[in-house]
Every structure is written in structure tokens, then in C-alpha cells.
């Protein structure tokens, strides 16, 4: 089973990442493979929500359960029903001495084994532009903030 592990550095607040990375139904505006995502519950630390991705020109959908650790920045997921075979990982965001880090770790499975060879690099490429893309809207937030405060 592939597993995806990235993580990434910025001088970004914590909090500002965090506040990035809480807002899921935000990402299809600047990840370009994710159609769509809808929170269908959230009850406490617990969510719900239901995606729509683009995997070299297929649709695959899911629903994941989410368990939100304010207090350590992390999200836990897992896929509860869907195309996939396996969809389960972590966001953990960490505040250390050079910088703010945000990492991705995700262990799935496509679920097609005549195909996972050519599917599963694709699917993990595909992650680590999410998680890259992520980072770039933050870093933009960040700058108009900037600019918006000096006006």
C-alpha cells in the first residue's frame, strides 16, 4: 500500500495555517485536481464531508470522517465510503524554531491491481501539489493581509 509523506516549512503563523487548513471546502479554489468538497457534519471535533477528485481525467469520489485535535493542530482522516480501496492519513501542523511545519501523511489505495503501477506515483504526485498548493494560497493570504494592513 503507497504512502505519501510531505511536509513543508514557511514563516507563516501557526494559527494562520491552521485557520488554512480547518477551511477543506476552500480547496478547490486553488487545488486544482479537487472539484469539490462539502461538509455534510460537524458535531465537536468530529466532521464529515464529501469529495470530488480529478485522477488522470477520472472522477473519484469519497466521504471521510475527520477528528479535529485543536489543541495539536491535527486532523486525523480516514475514508469511510468511496472509490478508493483505502484513504486514511494525517494533517499535523508544528511550530518549531525554523518556522511553521505542515505535514501530509496519507496511506491509500487506488483498489485496482492491474492498475495501481501507473495509478498509485500519479495519485502521490497529485498529493504533494495539494499539499504544495495549499501552502501557496497561505503564503498569498498572507501577503494581502500584509498589504491590506499597510493601506
Do not use: C
Request: charged share 30%; hydrophobic share 35%.
Amino acid at each position: 500500500m503507497p504512502t505519501v509523506t510531505t511536509s513543508h516549512t514557511t514563516q507563516d503563523d501557526p494559527a494562520e495555517v491552521w485557520a488554512t487548513l480547518l477551511d477543506n471546502e476552500a480547496y478547490p479554489s486553488y487545488m486544482t485536481e479537487v472539484q469539490d468538497i462539502s461538509v455534510v457534519e460537524w458535531e465537536g471535533d468530529r466532521r464529515v464531508s464529501t469529495w470530488s477528485v480529478l485522477l488522470k481525467g477520472s472522477e473519484l469520489e469519497w466521504e471521510e470522517e475527520e477528528f479535529i485535535d485543536h489543541a495539536r493542530r491535527r486532523i486525523d482522516f480516514r475514508q469511510t465510503d468511496g472509490d478508493l480501496a483505502r484513504f486514511t492519513g494525517y494533517w499535523q501542523v508544528t511550530a518549531g524554531e525554523q518556522g511553521t511545519t505542515t505535514e501530509l501523511h496519507v496511506d491509500f489505495d487506488i483498489g485496482i491491481p492491474m492498475m495501481s503501477e501507473l495509478l498509485n506515483p500519479v495519485a502521490a504526485r497529485a498529493l504533494e501539489d495539494n499539499a504544495r498548493a495549499m501552502l501557496e494560497q497561505l503564503g498569498h493570504r498572507s501577503r494581502s493581509a500584509d498589504t491590506g494592513a499597510a493601506r
